[in-house]
């Protein structure tokens, strides 16, 4: 598999989320207290460019040479409870850390050194719900 | 001479197109925090199911494209570093009333330094914060990438149940445990 396009993709990925601040916990402060349309025109931006180049994947019946249609795996639903308890969980501590996974590889980069110990960390969280996964309700 | 921010209607089309491009390149879900599971797979899989699969055959492309987000994030502040975030003074007001002096660069050096990891409000941000969005994102099935922006566009309940649970998380997180940490 060639993985030089992924790994182009993820360089234009950190330019970005650098030079539009995404990257920041003061702008992560900003959007938590509804103080600009920054972030939320990012996200909200982001979202339609998606959606709308979904669409257009689907309407053109895009497929895998061996005939998968190009499409997201559906998320199962079940009870909902790992969504809403695990999404919380995580919102704590994206306000805490100001940065979500991309941007804290991303903040080590950019002159944020002490970030890896929040990627260390994240690493210990991954693998503690591995560990207590069997245990959890989802 | 480049202006920072680059502009929201810039910076959010070009990632939204990330989720696009993996599926054309090889009809992969973007979603970043997947990573983390793949690197626990690789370090310390202990026989642990959720971290029983074959990291290197599923996650390559993924940990490609997260070093390729190093190397980029290295090259824009090398070349063009927001050195300070002008966010609205009503944010500035409030982090000053909370005691943080300095808010220059992307992170509060305050907060984010070697030498604030013994103190509470550095431990807490990094090393609790680090652990809950590790954990979290894990728990979840996906983070921002993953949920907030493909999961929404392509429309998945699963991904505004996670989004409703992000941003509760994260109010709670900004207006109640902050301004404990701080004071």
């Not at chain 1, 950190?14 to 990257?23: M, T």
């Not at chain 2, 005691?99 to 509060?108: F, N, V």
Request: aromatic share 10%; hydrophobic share 55%.
């Amino acid at each position: 598999m060639a993985l030089l396009p992924y790994f182009l993709l993820g360089g234009l990925f950190g330019v970005v989320v650098v030079e539009a601040e995404v990257v920041s916990w003061f702008r992560i402060q900003e959007m938590f207290r509804f103080d600009a349309f920054h972030m939320y025109g990012v996200i909200a931006s982001a979202v339609m460019t998606a959606a709308i180049s979904l669409l257009v994947i689907k309407r053109a019946g895009l497929r895998e040479a061996d005939g998968t249609p190009l499409s997201l795996a559906p998320k199962t639903l079940d009870t909902g409870v790992r969504y809403v308890a695990g999404g919380a969980i995580f919102g704590l501590g994206w306000a805490l850390t100001g940065a979500c996974p991309g941007p804290l590889v991303a903040l080590v980069g950019a002159g944020v050194p002490a970030m890896l110990v929040a990627i260390v960390s994240a690493l210990g969280g991954t693998w503690t719900y591995g560990r207590l996964r069997p245990r959890l309700p989802h | 001479m480049f202006t920072h921010p680059l502009p929201w209607y810039v910076a959010g089309p070009l990632i939204g197109l990330m989720v696009p491009a993996m599926l054309l390149l090889g009809n992969k879900p973007f979603g970043i925090s997947s990573n983390l599971r793949h690197l626990c797979a690789a370090l310390a899989p202990c026989r642990i199911e959720f971290f029983s699969h074959d990291w290197k055959r599923l996650g390559s492309w993924n940990l490609t494209f997260l070093l390729g987000i190093f190397v980029g994030a290295v090259t824009a502040s090398r070349f063009a570093p927001p050195l300070i975030v002008a966010v609205s003074p009503q944010t500035m007001t409030a982090l000053h009333q909370l005691g943080l002096h300095d808010l220059t660069g992307l992170a509060p050096r305050e907060i984010f330094g070697w030498a604030s990891l013994l103190t509470i409000q550095g431990f807490a941000s990094m090393v609790v914060g680090g652990f809950l969005v590790g954990f979290g994102a894990a728990y979840a099935g996906g983070c921002t990438s993953g949920h907030a922006i493909a999961g929404l566009a392509d429309r998945q309940p699963a991904s505004l149940l996670a989004v409703g649970g992000f941003f509760a998380g994260g109010l709670a997180g900004t207006h109640f445990v902050l301004p404990l940490l701080l004071r």
